[in-house]
């Protein structure tokens, strides 16, 4: 039987490994050709949370940084600040509050590191092989992957997932996280640098 997090924890989860997408293509072979040569990702990126009971999206800024095969950093600069950090196979997460950066350990981390596992087929753009999710390649201008849950428990959570590739080979363009009706999350990535030099403590380390 597979656990699913919490909505939050796995909607967050989603849009990180997400970003590791490499490029447009026409077909499941290509992307996951064009995935193999992207070694680093590094983007600032905006999030905006849409609820029917809001007048105004919920608007983030961040920054993401990537490095095969398996480091992340995924840091919330505002409003609310906070760091996930993945390395060698350890999760951690950090909140910014009262002046100084907190360790989260509550017992949501041992979820996250289940969506993690999940994640290690997306980087390698085998999207068509996920057993959560029915990928669905939409080609076009721009061209479009469609994520479908395939278990009511997961589908409870998030409809679906709308990718759009950008037109230059390593760089996602927006992801949107449908999680009803009423409530989806919209991420956008600008300029985006792929394969650039990124340290070993960037991973490890807080501000």
Not at 154 to 180: A, Y
Request: some cysteine; hydrophobic content about 40%; glycine content about 4%.
């Amino acid at each position: 039987m597979k656990i699913y997090p919490h909505s939050k924890w796995f909607s967050f989860a989603v849009l990180a490994c997400c970003a590791f997408l490499t490029g447009w293509a026409d077909n499941w072979e290509q992307i996951r050709r064009e995935s193999a040569n992207v070694r680093s990702v590094a983007a600032p990126f905006t999030q905006k949370k849409q609820m029917k009971i809001l007048t105004k999206p919920l608007v983030s800024e961040g920054q993401f940084f990537f490095q095969t095969p398996d480091s992340l950093r995924w840091e919330y600069t505002a409003p609310v600040r906070s760091i996930l950090l993945m390395h060698q196979g350890r999760v951690k997460r950090y909140l910014f509050t009262g002046g100084s950066w907190v360790e989260d350990t509550s017992a949501h981390l041992q979820s996250m590191g289940i969506v993690m596992q999940e994640i290690s087929q997306w980087l390698h753009g085998r999207f068509d092989q996920n057993q959560s999710f029915t990928a669905t390649l939409i080609n076009g201008s721009p061209a479009r992957i469609i994520l479908t849950p395939r278990e009511k428990s997961l589908s409870r959570m998030i409809q679906r997932i709308e990718l759009t590739l950008s037109q230059r080979p390593g760089v996602m363009k927006s992801i949107r996280i449908v999680e009803n009706e009423n409530t989806s999350t919209l991420l956008e990535f600008r300029d985006v640098q792929i394969n650039q030099p990124l340290s070993a403590s960037l991973f490890q380390d807080l501000p």
